[in-house]
């Protein structure tokens, strides 16, 4: 299956439990991969055959930053099931990383793959 692939798209946002988190902006890192068939997309030159991956990290941010999520793993789900309704991809792989939740690691988070049929 072909894909679109998104690396490190980085997104301030509050998220988590603790009440630091609640109050100040954290950097998350977002990995998302869509699968979908490029081919007819290829042959054509029609991106409407295909998934506009600027649109795509526009509009994810927007909706990582409104939903000030408790939970990584909340936050997961509900943006895997925003890209599958809006884009239509037959699946959604997506790893979100907090950079500054744990100390001496690069990151911590959650990595998870749905579909719609999920």
């Known amino acids: 299956m072909d894909k679109i692939l998104i690396r490190s798209l980085r997104i301030d946002t509050i998220v988590g439990i603790c009440p630091h988190e609640r109050e100040i902006e954290q950097p998350l890192i977002a990995d998302i991969t869509m699968y979908l068939p490029l081919k ?51 699946k959604v792989k997506l790893r979100l990383m907090k950079t500054q939740a744990v100390l001496h690691t690069e990151g911590v988070g959650v990595e998870i793959t749905r579909t719609l049929e999920d």
């Not at 506009?52 to 994810?60: F, K, L, P, R, T």
């Open 40 to 90: 007819p997309c290829a042959q054509s030159g029609d991106l409407n055959l295909s998934i506009n991956y600027a649109d795509v990290c526009q509009q994810v941010t927007a909706f990582v930053r409104q939903k000030k999520a408790l939970l990584l793993e909340t936050l997961a789900e509900d943006v895997c099931q925003f890209i599958l309704e809006q884009y239509h991809p037959q």
